[in-house]
Structures are given as structure tokens and as C-alpha cells.
């Protein structure tokens, strides 16, 4: 059964309540991405409110999507089972109360907890967004429209967040930056209960737990076995054993997959190039992202002083640069198809993140025209993706494949933190030259060396220190161009021909 039929059983919405169950379920992904990018600025305040190490700050940060990751598929397929709007309802109370928690967190444990609490709501509430969508409009150029103004949603959630926690760490205390969530939780809540449609439930299919958690083991495993490898110094042993821990989770839950009648994920859905091309351009687009966000918003705090406001200002940029792409993709792909949209943002993106590359240290100017560029291809690239993924499966297949969409946009976002955090501190170290009156403890990272040259009030060795931090944010940028330029050669090549080619209901999965 394609998307763009009706399901069995289900009444077709008037026009006027699928478009406010769009701006409903937006609002819950709103409160999602918001979660994602909000502690970008406010990590050094949350780091020093709450006497957090290096290891617990990056925690902080990816104990959200890395629980959110794990439980995403799972949480998809129980949407198949007891429905979607049951799994959105399900998943803005947990949302809310967890949020609470996290506000009046006392320790950086109990906020880690919370946040992994959080992830959980988020993991019910993603794919239910995106599935209701693609069960309520059925008419295949409505629905791109639909999606990609989901896709806009997304990308206003990654831009309000820094600016959102800036402006709130400038007026309260942290715990505003989680606070805010509650009341649009039970607006959210409120609406969905008015407007969202039961829709068809498959109770004869059951929900298996073991596999949520081989998924769950294994992302935990590749994300701690890149921290740990990367690290300054690099732990081999917690590496290595981490790395066992993701191919020997990744290989059961591969294989349970083929032995189960009902599997948590189809392998068969990613044989279809357009499906395939729309999660990995989710993921380059959000590694990108993430990773531009989170060394943009350190490095402008850090070195040149901006408070957490003008950062998050900042990297707004990229964001807000990308909702004209984003609108544009889904209006005109019945007309271009996925290849131009998706290959070519990936290479305006490597663009733009290379204008930042080389332009930085000649003026802000270059920095918010590469942000700049970068958002617009970005745009392209991400709201397209998700019709790719939704518009190539059947219909009773949608919450897994909108759980595959939102893992491979937390897949590389955790990557991104992972790998682009732990290389900017290796990269500080290795650029850091050897100085006599240097601190030993300035030699662990920048923040350190920061707060060592306040106290002290000898700054002589700063500079160096600074200078190095730079030359690591110049590597970590060009990394990031170099991923992007290799996704859009990749996709190129799986888009080539016509299987796929305009994202449309002719190849499917059945």
C-alpha cells in the first residue's frame, strides 16, 4: 500500500485539521531539535554552574540523542502497533516531566539522567510527527509541501536553540533552558487530542524489546568507541572494548532481524536508491550541521568573547539560511527530482563551511556569508531527504521508515559531537606549542587555559594557546567540507539514472 493512499479505516481529514495537525505535530518536533541545540550555548554556563568535567560536558550533550537514537526504531514500529497518536500523546508527557527534572537538576549526573529521561519522550514523539503526516496527506505534491515544512520546522528548532539558551542564560538561571518546554508540552497536548485521527493500529504484529536494546548497545558502543579513541590522550582499552561492544550488538541485531517474522527494521526497504539516498543525506546534512553549530558556537565564546546570545546569533545563520532551500525543495521536486536538490546542497554546503574554513580569520563577515551558504544548500538537501524515505515505502511501513529518517538525523549529530568535539581538543593539543610559563593544566584544553590566564592575570602565553585553538577550528571545518563533498559525489552516483530519481510512489518497497 503506497503513502499517497488512504489508509483502511481511516477518514480522510478536511483540509483545514491536516494542516493544524501539521502545526501540532511541528510543535512537539519543535520542543525535539530545540533540546538538540539549546545546550550549545549554554554548556560552558551548565560546565561551570554545575563543576562538571570535560567527560560529564560532553555527556550533557550526548546522552540525548544517543538514548533518543537507540530507541527510535523501536519506537517507530510500537507506533505501527498501537498507533501513532497514542506514541505522540505517550511521548510529550514523558517529554514534560522529564523536562522538570532537568531544570531542577542539582548535580551534572542527575542532568545527564534527565536528559537521557528526555530522549525517551523524544523517541516516542519523532517518529509519530512524521508518520502522522504521511498517513494524513495523501496527495502526493500536498504531502512534499507537508514534509517540507516539517523539515523547516527542524531547522527553526536548530536555529531558535542557541539564541533561545543565550537569551535565557542572560535573564534566569540555566534550568530556563528546559523549563520553557512545558507549556508548549501541554498545548501540543491539548491540540492532538482535537485534532489527530486514530488511525489503523496492526495489533497482530508484536513489539520486540531485545532489539531496541541491540540498537541501543551498539550506537552507545561506535559513539564511545570514537570519544575514546579520539580522545587527548586516546583510551585504546575503552576503545577497543567499546568497539566490540557496537559490531557484536550491531551483528545480533542484524541477525534477529532476519529470524523475526515482524523485524524492528527491514533491510529490504534501503534496496530501493531513493530510500538509501534520503537516510544517508539525513545524516551528512546533520553532521554537518551539529558539528558546524557546536565548534562555531565554542570557538566564538571561547576565544573572541561573545556571550552566548551573539554565538547563538551566530550560528543562526546557517540555519535560518536554509528555510528558503527547504520551502523551495519540497514545492518544486515533482519537477526536478531528488538528484539536483540533494547532491547539490551537499556541495553548496561544502562550500559555504569552506568560506568559513578560510575566511574566519579575516572578519565576521566571512563567517556569516559561509553560514550563509552553507544553510541554503543544507535546506535543500534536508527537506527533500525526508520524502525521499517516506515517499518509498508502503504505508504500513511508515513509522519504520520514520524512524529510520529521525535515527539517521541523530546518527549524525552524535557522530558530529563525538568525532568534531574530540578532534577540536586533539587538535588544540597538537597545535599547542611548548612554553615555560604555560600552566600544565592550560595544556588539557582551552577552557582551562581560559580560566588559568583570568586568574592569573598573565596572559603572555594566551595568545598561543588561542592561536592553536584556531588552527584546530580550521581543521574541524575542513573536515566537515571534506564529508559533505564526499556525500554529494556519493548520492550523486546512487542517483544516477531513473530508478528513484524524483523520490515518487514507482519504486517502492512493497
Known sequence: MALSQPLAGAPALSRARRWALLFTVAAGL??????????YTALPTLTEELSASAGQALWIINAYPLVMAGLLLGAGTLGDRIGHRRMFLIGLVVFGVASLAAAFA????????????????????????????????HEDRERNIAIAIWGSVAIVGAALGPIIGGWLLQHFWWGSVFLINVPVVVVAFVATLLLAPEGQRDTSRPWDLVSSVL??????????????????????????????????????FARRQQQLPYPLL?????????????????VFTLFAMAGLQ???TQRFQLVAGFTPLQAGLLVSVAALGSLPSALLGGS???????????????AAGALGVGVVAFGFPHGLGWVVAGMAITGFG????????????????????????????????????????AMLGSLSAAMYSAFLPVSADMPAFAREGFT?????????GQGEWFALAAAAYDRGYQIVLLVITAVLAMGATILARLLRGRVGSRGGAADRVK
Not at 542539582?106 to 504521511?134: S, V, W, Y
Not at 582551562?448 to 592569573?456: C, I, N, V
Open 332 to 346: 518544486i521536486l515533482h519537477r526536478v527530482g531528488l538528484r539536483p536538490l540533494i547532491c547539490g546542497g551537499l
Open 106 to 137: 542539582d548535580t551534572a549526573t542527575q542532568l545527564i539522567a534527565a536528559r537521557a529521561f528526555l530522549a525517551i519522550g523524544a523517541a516516542a514523539m519523532m517518529p509519530a510527527t512524521l508518520a502522522l503526516i504521511g498517513l494524513s496527506f
Open 215 to 252: 540498537a541501543l548497545a551498539a550506537l552507545s558502543g561506535l559513539v564511545l568507541a570514537i570519544k575514546s579513541l579520539i580522545a587527548t590522550p586516546p583510551s585504546y582499552a575503552l576503545g577497543a572494548g567499546a568497539l566490540l561492544l557496537a559490531v557484536i550488538s550491531g551483528a545480533a
Open 30 to 39: 519543535l520542543l525535539v531539535t530545540l533540546d538538540n541545540s539549546v545546550l
Open 448 to 456: 582551562q587555559a581560559l580560566h588559568a590566564a583570568r586568574e592569573s
Open 266 to 282: 527491514d533491510f529490504a526497504i534501503f534496496r530501493n536508491p531513493a530510500f538509501l539516498a534520503g537516510t544517508l543525506s539525513a
Open 294 to 296: 557546536l565548534v562555531t
Open 378 to 417: 543544507m535546506g535543500s538537501a534536508i527537506s527533500v531527504a525526508s520524502t525521499a524515505i517516506l515517499n518509498n515505502v508502503p504505508a504500513h511501513r511508515a513509522g519504520m521508515a520514520s524512524s529510520v529518517e529521525e535515527v539517521s538525523y541523530e546518527f549524525g549529530g552524535l557522530l558530529a559531537v
